[in-house]
């Protein structure tokens, strides 16, 4: 499999992904965020017709439990945190080895979901195994590719 690229647009910063074989490098920079993690995932539609809320829940197509990035068991969408500095912008690139822009399993036309706290990844909270206690939705954009 060669390279693919995909892009997310947000109100206050974009998101680039590429794929490179198995693994997907993932970048971008937010902006007017408030100091601190802020929970990173990729959500289950790009529909945002009722805001970030109509993006449903996590990208889960296995049905697992919320974990961290780095973590066996977790859902497709979780990406962990982003750290915003400071000045409120967060900037940031990973590689992930589970996010896929080609085939059955493709976050294209997912939507990117930021969150107003940090991503407890799954230990914690009441709703730690499902939202990673990651708080309100502040910012999303729908996945596309990109030439």
Wanted: proline residues 5%; negative net charge.
């Amino acid at each position: 499999m060669g390279t693919v690229a995909a892009v997310c647009v947000l109100d206050n910063g974009v998101v680039y992904l590429t794929q490179h074989g198995h693994r997907t490098y993932i970048e971008g920079c937010i902006t007017g965020l408030t100091p601190g993690l802020h929970g990173f995932h990729i959500h289950e539609y790009g529909d945002l017709t009722d805001g970030c809320t109509s993006a449903c829940a996590h990208y889960n197509p296995f049905h697992q439990v919320h974990g961290g990035p780095s973590d066996r068991v977790r859902h497709v969408g979780d990406l962990g945190n982003i750290e915003a500095g400071p000045d409120g912008v967060a900037t940031f690139g990973f590689w992930d080895p589970v996010i896929r822009l080609k085939g059955p399993y493709s976050v294209i036309g997912r939507a990117v979901v930021v969150h107003a706290d940090p991503d407890d990844l799954g230990h914690g909270h009441d709703d730690s195994a499902t939202t990673g206690h990651a708080g309100q939705r502040i910012a999303c954009g729908v996945i596309g590719y990109r030439a």
